[in-house]
């Protein structure tokens, strides 16, 4: 982000240049006269509309689409605590102050901005799993403005899927199409919140499909074997704040989950990536119904074939995924697949990678039957087996890490206060000094601060913590305090608080 306005100033020297010089040009030639040159410039045909219809239906097509989903796309605003000293640096005491930034003994509050898409007219909401993840406090913003407090439902690493709920009724929902049948090629638009400017539409094609992204889900996983990365890739913009937000086609069909992006800045770079809406609607059902994802499994370790294995294992071509190990009570190895087995097709659907194998068996279910065709040595074989249960990674509601507990006595608002004493940066001694804020609090998300003394509550001064608690004990939840707040040097301000509902 370096030297942006030299760029500017140059630009801007070499209009005036080019300018100027227009002026000695034209001042040397014999120009047309303004009457004829506009008479010539209204002479030239304009396309027909037959001419740019194609062009004028895709476009009528993208407004309809528009048109038709962004009422179910909402903006997600997530909360949650970092530890003291995550990702903040050394900071000077000086600019510490000046920002307002807390002790290192206090943990800090993180917002993180992304996008959703409504499942259900109750309020089911389908996001990324790395949107919600942690969340102290979810905030849903609808497009009509609303502003709802989500709870999760649970959410699922090993896809980066998430389900979050509003308690809301009537609202519009999405279609879901089929990432199975979405071709390379085909047009599809990325709605969401990028860099929370509010609902964007983006246009590009599907520019391939399967894309694994170097183990990217296996790192926010924890490493697990059951991560799933065969992703849509789409040349459609997309930035920070799109995750979670619906890929969808020409028919207004939702076909991916919007997830990540190949970037080295961290903005848009060419090419995003989408979690298939046929693998993200089966984990989503799963984790409103159970509240965690039932993985099925087939018990085996397989590794992308490549050339030196179609060599060896006599493939027709190079295609398929290598039988390599299977763990204790394997139903693949029960059912007779042995080590150097390659996997061409599941069920009938060409296999050609592991991503894409992974997502295969993941569309069924524990107990159901699959038929795997294999090549055992240029041998054609089939094998039926019986899916069992994964151990289940999911996180449900109940499992989410939440912040830590608010500081003893801080009540409602997330504060405690002791009767200020002689400060030398306070011109008097009165009202209450603050001495801690819970992170992600209401306090804290209004802007107090440890050390910040506040002097009257709705208009009221207060001397003692007692005071403070009975005047806000007056207001209902959901209600707004409004504090009077003394900074160093003689400062104040007004800082609306709104209390949480209970």
Not at 440 to 466: C, H, M, S
Request: one cysteine or more; hydrophobic letters at 40%.
């Amino acid at each position: 982000m370096r030297d942006l306005h030299p760029p500017r100033t140059r630009t801007a020297a070499l209009a005036a240049g080019a300018f100027a010089c227009g002026l000695l040009l034209a001042s040397g030639l014999d120009w047309l006269p303004a009457s004829r040159a506009s008479a010539l410039l209204q002479a030239s045909p304009l396309p027909s509309s037959r001419d740019v219809k194609p062009v004028a239906d895709l476009s009528q097509a993208f407004i309809s689409i528009a048109e038709s989903v962004t009422p179910a796309v909402v903006s997600i605003q997530t909360e949650r605590t970092a530890q003291p000293g995550e990702g903040r640096g050394e900071i000077p005491q000086n600019l510490r102050d000046l920002l307002r930034v807390p002790d290192d003994g206090q943990p800090v509050a993180e917002s993180i901005s992304g996008s959703g898409f409504i499942l259900s007219a109750d309020g089911y909401v389908v996001t990324n799993n790395h949107v919600v993840a942690n969340a102290t406090r979810i905030t849903v913003v609808l497009q009509d403005n609303r502003q709802l407090a989500a709870h999760l439902v649970g959410r699922d690493p090993n896809t980066d899927i998430a389900v979050i709920r509003v308690q809301a009724e009537g609202l519009p929902t999405v279609r879901f199409g089929s990432s199975e049948d979405t071709r390379i090629g085909e047009w599809v638009l990325a709605i969401g919140n990028p860099l929370d400017l509010g609902t964007t539409v983006t246009s590009g094609i599907v520019s391939a499909k399967g894309r694994a992204l170097n183990g990217l889900l296996s790192e926010n996983a924890g490493s697990s074997q059951w991560a799933i990365e065969d992703f849509i890739q789409t040349d459609a913009p997309i930035n920070p704040g799109n995750s979670g937000g619906p890929l969808v086609n020409l028919r207004g069909e939702v076909v991916g989950v919007n997830t990540a992006i190949a970037s080295v800045t961290g903005y848009y770079a060419g090419y995003g990536f989408a979690v298939p809406i046929d693998l993200g609607k089966r984990v989503a059902g799963d984790l409103i119904r159970y509240g965690k994802v039932r993985r099925p499994a087939l018990g085996v370790q397989v590794t992308e074939a490549t050339p030196e294995d179609a060599a060896v294992f006599k493939l027709p071509r190079i295609l398929g995924v290598v039988a390599q190990d299977f763990p204790a009570g394997s139903p693949a190895r029960r059912a007779g697949l042995r080590q150097g087995d390659v996997i061409v097709a599941v069920n009938g659907r060409t296999v050609e990678h592991v991503g894409q194998f992974q997502r295969l068996v993941a569309a069924n279910r524990p107990g159901d039957r699959v038929a795997l065709d294999l090549v055992r040595y240029g041998q054609p074989v089939r094998l039926e087996v019986q899916l069992t249960e994964a151990p289940s990674q999911s996180v449900a509601a109940a499992d989410e890490r939440r912040g830590p507990p608010a500081p003893a006595g801080t009540g409602r608002l997330g504060v405690s206060l002791a009767p200020a004493t002689r400060d030398r940066d306070y011109a008097q001694t009165r009202g209450l000094v603050v001495t801690g804020t819970a992170a992600g609090g209401p306090a804290y998300r209004a802007g107090l601060r440890k050390g910040q003394r506040i002097q009257a509550v709705d208009g009221v001064e207060v001397a003692t913590p007692e005071q403070f608690r009975a005047a806000v004990a007056r207001r209902r939840p959901g209600e707004v305090v409004s504090l009077r707040v003394e900074y160093p040097a003689n400062q104040s301000a007004l800082l609306n608080v709104r209390l949480p509902d209970e």
